[in-house]
């Protein structure tokens, strides 16, 4: 059982949430992430830790509604319990002194970004954030990034906040201007495939950080599998960060949509119920 | 040994034993048929999840019970894994003391409903019957009466709670809460220490909740079992990794003094042919856990499940059919094994291969996966087989299955089902440099006291023998336990 401590909602369908545990909040580094279930009758999903305290024993983590179990978390109010929460998970980020660091982020990666600027920032690198997102109101957390960042290039697709564009237009930018020793990327696999064709042609060491389906995130099930330089790897166990230039990202988009139907069909259902009820 | 034989032979010797023993004369008991378990239709239970096995009745119990002649010299007790005194057992039930039988299996066995329902019996105790190295005829159905007496004191409602040792306050970890982390927890605190159970999931039971189905073991089983070793003082705290949520020194700061690794072999393995990790291919672990654990068939619980139509199971073991008959009862028409060697070989338990057959599952013997195809999608369509032949017998004593040339064909598939092992759980080997582990990351231990290379650190079950049977991760469990035992009295006694 996890208290709900704070949520705050960033747009309409993102928002923090705040729990209570302990545990977590002392073992967890840059890059882990939790398992939760809800309630009885919940799934269990991978959420990335994107801060924690661990002195009030606090994480935080940042939810994007995209289904049942994101929707039925962000309805959930401040004091009430998450069944199941269960991490940290996965590896932690290699943070070491390396020079430039570009951090690139979209939609609700931006989240499990703010870590890893924050831990490069802290070991001495020069860090540049790249934010995208599709509107303005979709541009989460820049405030905090700039807190660690040298620099945040802001993205947008209308052109509503920042510049208009792709993020591989911001990276790009950045790349062409001065020397980058090394890329983080986080977001949909659609944007991370770009953005590391983009860094491949300027041979850039690039991590992305992978979010396919998990079940148990202890590499029991191998729900999580993903190609990376032509073998099998379990991304709660092996990951999330793999070498962006060796994932095969098809793959992982079609992995992804594994459930597409019966999700939509879900959502569709929970929507419909909660109209009613509400 | 020497003590044991001459403990049987009192035992045996005891006055009811032998008045029981000669009230029918043996070769009236031999002339005995053996009792046919009373089960579900099979056309029925293949489209639900009741529980295969409906459990002799008290009547039958006692007529397979009679077929037992007592022999003075019990050589299926040398199949049995834990040594149960399986004459007294069955002799208890001749006389009609049920709770008394299963107080016998609870000497030994502290998990007697499970093991009589999924213990591989005619390899273990059932091999070495008597009947069946003299008389080559069936064993006595030591299985089903041990599932007898176990089930017959739950219903009693009369269960009684072992007893433990005064409390000690010695704190003791277990890690993993699979048969092994319960036996070893059930024995630590019958000796009086204050025991934890830590489990990485949010349910207790290991492979008995996640993998094996409800027709094969109902959770109720389960559940019944790890309520009475919460009623011994076992505390049980889920959703905690072991080597991630907090580390072994973070507990040893806690006051934990030693610890009871059973982590289990969950690594699924993958065979690694083309189009493996196209939509609809899983592991068994997947397949198994998504429907067992998470519920996903029934449409009130979030976890979704692909429920195939065409479904090919890839393996022989207990894993294989568990999953084969699953996938029948998500409504599959078409579920079948495919297995690279014969029927003669499988791994599985006999009656479980018996079962899925009269339940309509396919047996594709000899063949073997090359290729996977797939649609536009991305989900898996077709997979390319080939047939296998028996060559000379390999390392583990089974004949090789070697590829027909040439022999390749193509079946439609919508789902496939991959149950070729599974490896030992790394989390805690890596989060522990100086443990010694073998090649394959099995944690070398002491076969006596199951003590690993890290002297507060034991271990037992499938995480020391890779994929390996309940009972065998249980005796692990106890004899761990007697052994932690030991380490904390030599270490109290020399401060
Ligand atoms: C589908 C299936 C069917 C089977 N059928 C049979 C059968 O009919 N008969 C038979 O005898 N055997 C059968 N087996 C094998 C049998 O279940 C196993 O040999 C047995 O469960 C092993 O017990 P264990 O306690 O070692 O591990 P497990 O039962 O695997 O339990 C290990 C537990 O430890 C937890 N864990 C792992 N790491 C950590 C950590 N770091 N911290 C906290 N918790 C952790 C895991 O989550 C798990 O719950 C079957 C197995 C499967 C998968
Ligand atoms: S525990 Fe298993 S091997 Fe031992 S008597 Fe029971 S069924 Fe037979
Ligand atoms: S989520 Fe099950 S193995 Fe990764």
Redesign the pocket.
């Given at each position: 059982m996890s208290k709900i401590i704070e949520k705050e909602f960033f747009s309409e369908n993102v928002a923090k949430i705040v729990l209570d545990a302990p545990e977590i909040a002392l073992s967890r580094k840059p890059g882990h992430f939790v398992?939760i279930k809800i309630d009885k009758k919940g799934e269990r999903i991978?959420l990335t830790i994107a801060s924690s305290n661990p002195d009030k024993g606090t994480v935080t983590l940042v939810v994007q509604k995209v289904g049942v179990t994101s929707a039925k978390l962000l309805a959930l109010e401040v004091g009430d319990e998450i069944e199941d929460v269960v991490g940290p998970l996965g590896m932690a980020t290699h943070i070491e002194k390396v020079g430039t660091v570009l951090c690139a982020g979209g939609g609700v990666g931006v989240a499990p970004l703010l870590p890893i600027v924050e831990g490069f920032k802290k070991a001495g690198n020069r860090v540049i954030t790249v934010l995208a997102a599709r509107n303005k109101d979709l541009v989460i957390l820049e405030e905090q990034m700039r807190e660690f960042s040298d620099e945040v290039i802001v993205m947008t697709d209308d052109g509503s906040s920042g510049k208009k564009g792709l993020v591989t237009a911001g990276m790009e930018e950045v790349i062409q201007r001065e020397k980058v020793d090394l890329s983080v990327v986080i977001g949909p696999a659609i944007m991370m495939k770009f953005a590391a064709l983009t860094t491949k042609k300027y041979n850039i060491k690039t991590y992305a950080s992978l979010n396919?389906?998990?079940?148990?995130?202890?590499?029991?099930?191998?729900?999580?599998?993903v190609t990376v330089g032509g073998k099998t790897k379990?991304?709660?166990?092996d990951g999330p960060e793999f070498d962006a230039h060796q994932v095969d990202f098809e793959q992982m988009m079609s992995r992804l949509g594994a459930y597409k139907d019966q999700e939509v069909a879900a959502y569709q259902k929970y929507l419909e119920t909660e109209e009613i009820a509400g | 040994m020497e003590n044991i034989l001459e403990y049987l032979k009192a035992e045996r010797s005891q006055e009811w034993r032998t008045e029981i023993r000669k009230s029918i004369k043996a070769k009236e008991r031999m002339g005995k048929t053996r009792t046919n378990m009373p089960e579900e239709d099979p056309m029925v239970r293949n489209r639900s999840n009741v529980e295969v096995n409906s459990g002799l009745t008290a009547e039958q119990a006692v007529l397979e019970a009679q077929r037992c002649i007592d022999c003075p010299n019990p050589t299926c007790m040398t199949g049995c894994p834990v040594g149960i005194n399986i004459p007294k057992f069955i002799k208890k039930i001749e006389t009609e003391d049920f709770l008394g039988a299963a107080a016998v299996l609870k000497d030994t066995n502290g998990l007697p409903a499970v093991c009589g329902r999924v213990c591989p019996q005619e390899k273990q105790c059932e091999a070495q019957c008597f009947y069946t190295i003299k008389m080559g005829k069936p064993a006595v159905a030591i299985g089903f009466l041990e599932r007898f007496a176990a089930d017959y004191e739950r219903d009693s409602g009369k269960m009684a709670v072992p007893e433990t040792a005064e409390f000690n306050n010695i704190k003791l970890a277990v890690i993993g809460s699979g048969p092994a982390g319960l036996a070893a927890a059930g024995d630590l605190a019958k000796f009086g220490y204050d025991v934890t159970v830590f489990e990485a999931l949010h349910e207790i039971g290991g492979v008995l909740k996640y993998g094996i189905p409800e027709f094969r073991l109902p959770n109720e089983v389960v559940d019944v079992e790890i309520e009475s070793l919460r009623k011994m003082g076992v505390k049980f705290i889920t959703n905690f990794i072991v080597g991630k949520t907090a580390s072994f020194d973070d507990l040893k700061k806690q006051g934990f003094q030693a610890f009871f690794v059973g982590s289990g072999a969950g690594?699924?393995r993958f065979m690694n042919i083309p189009g493996e990790n196209y939509n609809g291919i899983f592991?068994s672990?997947?397949y198994l856990?998504r429907v067992n654990l998470m519920n996903a068939a029934n449409p009130e619980y979030d976890t979704p499940v692909i429920s195939g139509d065409l479904v090919a199971v890839i393996g022989g073991g207990n894993t294989a059919m568990d999953s084969v008959r699953t996938a029948k009862r998500l409504g599959a028409s078409r579920s079948m094994i495919i297995y690279r060697r014969s029927e003669e070989e499988m791994p599985a338990r006999v009656e479980e291969v018996i079962h899925a057959k009269e339940e309509g599952i396919e047996f594709m013997n000899l063949h073997n996966p090359l290729e996977y195809y797939a649609d536009e999608n991305g989900r898996v369509n077709k997979m390319k087989i080939q047939k296998m032949e028996l060559g000379e017998p390999d390392a583990s004593g089974r004949r090789r299955p070697i590829a027909i040339e040439g022999s390749e064909f193509i079946i439609d598939v919508d789902t496939v089902v991959v149950s070729v092992g599974v490896s030992p759980n790394p989390l805690i080997p890596a989060s522990l440099p100086d443990l010694k582990v073998t090649d394959w990351g099995t944690i070398v231990v002491d076969k006596e006291t199951m003590q690993s290379s890290i002297p507060d650190l034991f271990a037992g079950g499938d995480i020391v023998r890779g994929g390996a049977t309940v009972i065998l991760a249980m005796g692990d469990g106890r004899k761990a336990a007697a052994g932690m035992h030991k380490y904390i009295m030599e270490k109290i006694k020399a401060n």
């Open positions: 398992i991978p396919t389906i998990m079940v148990d995130g202890t590499g029991m099930c191998g729900a999580c599998r379990f991304v709660c166990v | 690594l699924p592991s672990n997947e856990t």
